[in-house]
């Protein structure tokens, strides 16, 4: 019955996934979907149709009960100017409509029905801390959350409050998810923004918690005089090769000029002209190269560097433990040096940090690599079960024959009783590598 367990927990992962994607708010309806939301309502209320309505003025929405993700809804009301039918006189009306939350798609309330606005809603914002827009509470439908005093100010139950919205854009009680410098206000509409300022030279960092060192004070990464050109968190950069006659992230790989793509050696054999390039850094094929392929394209780069994609130029990698960055981002790895993956988020992670990431339910992409790795040991797996089997089911054809002979078998063709001793019996059962036929029928049959 323990098989079992593995196709529950599928169906529950299968049901709960199922939940979680039909469960969905509605982002503000389109023209078209007010316009299809608008007939039914037109025949409710004249009793007669069809009608094929024209939105043609400005859409007012007046109450907006918010979703769990920011920019969803769960029920709106709206005054909207529309004809009927074109050519007909237009109308403006305040109307409802809900978000089907099993199919994300909006529909009108034919029973709330259309009404003419009243003049103290003319000028007045959205409200949108509602539980529901519903007919009957007020001029603006709107039921106001009785129990959150701030920011959104819905309900999402009696006791829990929906008052800003994380990073992520869920709909939270407050931004500390997000962390411990987040805050919200009516400027950023509501959602959780880092709010810490660093001192000059200092730039927050990824995850809002400090200030870090900025990497073009600290390091100065771009080289030949490229202009470093700092951004946020404190090790995000680009360099500005503008003038440089050097290409790359560092500015680091030299842009043969038509002059410059005839041997230096041959041109000007001068020994004068040795002291001026740094032999170590500078091999005749680009900078921070050690050996050349070609006259203009490098084989092994210096320490710290790698071998761009071009397979020709040399750029410093920023990402620790990487063999090769991409060519034109020095924060993104390509190729992890030996005992590294390669992550999603183009960084390089020793084998077992990889493996946990795996696990984490944030869903990390699988690398072609570990899916092969996966491959292999599922390969194996089955190998090593078909052995077992193999192996089982010779030792019980063996011992069949061996008890066939040593009874009925021999005793029918002979003719003759061969017994075996009572002594002799039991040792053979008693012997712990015994496997009776009937056990072995048992244990390698499908059900
Ligand atoms: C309006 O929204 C519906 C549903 O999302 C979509 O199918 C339709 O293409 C949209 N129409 C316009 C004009 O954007
Ligand atoms: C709807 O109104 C707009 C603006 O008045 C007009 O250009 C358009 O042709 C109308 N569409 C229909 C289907 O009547
Ligand atoms: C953001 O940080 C500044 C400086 O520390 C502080 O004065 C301000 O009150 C903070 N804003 C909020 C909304 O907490
Ligand atoms: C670095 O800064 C640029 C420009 O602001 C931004 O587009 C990019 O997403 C940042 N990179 C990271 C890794 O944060
Ligand atoms: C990998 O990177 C980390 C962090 O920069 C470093 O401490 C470590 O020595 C590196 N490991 C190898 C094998 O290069
Ligand atoms: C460089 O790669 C990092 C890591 O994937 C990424 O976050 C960033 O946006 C990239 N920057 C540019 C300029 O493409």
């Known amino acids: 019955m323990l098989y079992l367990y593995p196709v529950a927990a599928l169906h529950i992962l299968l049901y709960s996934t199922t939940r979680l994607v039909s469960a969905q708010d509605c982002p503000l309806p389109n023209k078209t979907e007010i316009e299809t939301a608008l007939s039914p309502l037109l025949i409710n209320a004249q009793g007669f149709g069809p009608f094929s309505p024209n939105i043609t003025g400005p859409v ?20 909207a100017t529309f004809t009927p039918n074109s050519g007909e006189a237009e109308q403006t009306k305040l109307f409802l409509m809900y978000c089907i939350s099993t199919s994300g798609t909006w529909s009108e309330s034919a029973t709330d029905g259309l009404h003419n606005p009243s003049p103290n809603l003319v000028g007045a914002p959205p409200r949108t801390d509602c539980i529901v827009c519903r007919y ?16 959104l100010r819905r309900c999402t139950s009696r006791h829990s409050c929906c008052s800003v919205f994380t990073a992520s854009g869920f709909c939270d009680y407050s931004c500390e998810s997000d962390g411990p410098n987040y805050v919200a206000t009516a400027s950023t509409g509501f959602i959780c923004t880092c709010n810490l300022t660093c001192p000059d030279g200092f730039t927050v960092n990824s995850d809002c918690t400090d200030c870090d060192l ?7 990464p771009c080289e030949n005089g490229g202009q470093c050109i700092q951004y946020s968190p404190a090790d995000n950069y680009t360099c500005d090769c503008t003038g440089t006659r050097h290409g790359g992230v560092n500015c680091a790989s030299l842009i043969p000029s038509p002059s410059s793509l005839t041997p230096i050696a041959i041109t000007s054999p001068s020994p004068s002209l040795a002291p001026s390039i740094p032999s170590e850094t500078f091999a005749p094929c680009g900078q921070n190269c050690d050996t050349c392929k070609t006259s203009n394209c490098c084989k092994t780069c210096s320490l710290g560097y790698y071998l761009n994609p071009d397979d020709c130029t040399c750029g410093r990698c920023t990402v620790s433990n990487c063999s090769r960055c991409h060519s034109l981002n020095s924060s993104c790895c390509m190729e992890c040096e030996e005992g590294f993956e390669l992550c999603s988020d183009c960084q390089c992670k020793t084998y077992a940090s990889s493996t946990v990431n795996q696990l984490l339910p944030t869903g990390a992409a699988i690398s072609p690599t570990e899916n092969a790795k996966t491959r292999t040991w599922i390969v194996l797996f089955f190998v090593a079960l078909i052995l077992v089997l193999c192996i089982l089911i010779f030792i019980s054809v063996l011992l069949y024959t061996i008890i066939y002979f040593a009874s009925g078998g ?38």
């Open 60 to 79: 007012r929405y007046v109450c907006l009960s918010q979703g769990d993700m920011i920019d969803t809804y769960r029920s709106i009301s709206l005054i």
């Open 136 to 151: 009957g509470f007020g001029d603006d439908q709107c039921r106001e959350c009785p129990y959150c005093d701030y920011g």
């Open 214 to 220: 900025n990497i073009c004070d600290a390091e100065s």
């Open 410 to 447: 021999a005793r029918t063709r002979m003719n003759k009783t061969i017994s075996i001793p009572p002594a002799a019996n039991a040792r053979l059962h008693n012997n712990p590598l015994y496997v009776s036929p009937e056990e072995v029928t048992l244990s390698i049959s499908p059900s």
